[in-house]
């Protein structure tokens, strides 16, 4: 349905910036704009934005690009949403959608879902492990929802493709022993993805795709990707050369997960 080398607008035919492609998407090397930055200064922020808001916000306002295509890494959010708006219009199905059919349920990852808007809809999920920031006023932990300077976790909670993925540590390590296997993607595809992508000028980032690499000589080679929303911390860490990952999730913005995965990892490469 498409190729690393399509441009977005072949998906996104009015789509302002040009000469983007779905690789340079993948690598954060697209030089997109914040959509953060220019929903918070531009949104109605009474209302949930979605990610064709942003290609239309894009398209009013038409911030100035980082840089051109493939000249620099720099993590894009914006990148990853355009992504989950060309899944749709290549497969037909809603984010959500595919990921269920294609990813989730072949893997047996049954407590794995897109959940998005659930302050706008009346899903109701058991033992959801909401996220908590702690409030020195009040000196506790609290729901980021009612404090002003987290007010974006509502008004883009609509937006899929950099976040919004709700899992299990069990879940995601299913995920981890199907990419091992290669039963989720063919093991070409997954070597393509755990290259350093090229810039123009000829020069590694230290990224590939969708997690940041750690591949030289004398080191443990690994794939590895952290995140964070208030209230949440997560750390993943594949061991490549060995059937071994790291899952950390953290609801109480636990912000050492990567100094955590690093101290488990050295057990575990000292033991080996």
Known sequence: QLELSDSIQRFIPDFPYHNITIEELLTHTSGLPSYEQLLSEKWDQKKFATNHDIVESFKTYNPSVYFAPNEKFRYSNSGY??????????S??????????????????????VYNTRRSISEHIDNYAYGYVYSDSLQRYILPDSLPDYNYVIYMDA????????????????????????????????????????????????????????????????????????????????????????????????????????RIGLILTTNK
């Open 81 to 90: 949403a355009m992504l989950s708006l060309i899944i749709e219009k290549a």
């Open 92 to 113: 037909g199905m809603s984010y959500r959608e595919f990921l269920d059919k294609n990813i989730f349920k072949p893997l047996g990852m049954s407590h794995s879902r």
């Open 159 to 262: 937006i899929t493709g950099d976040g919004c993925v709700n899992s299990t540590t069990v879940d995601l390590a299913r995920w981890h022993e199907a990419l091992r296997k290669n039963t989720l993607v063919k093991k070409e595809t997954l070597e393509k993805a755990y290259k350093k992508h090229i810039l123009n000028n000829g020069t590694e980032s230290k990224y590939g795709f969708g997690e940041f690499m750690q591949i030289e000589p004398g080191n443990e080679h690994i794939a590895y990707h952290s995140g964070g929303w208030p209230g949440y911390h997560t750390f993943i860490l594949h061991f490549l050369d060995h059937d071994a990952a790291i899952i950390i999730l953290s609801n109480t913005e636990y912000d050492n997960v990567s100094k955590l995965a690093n």
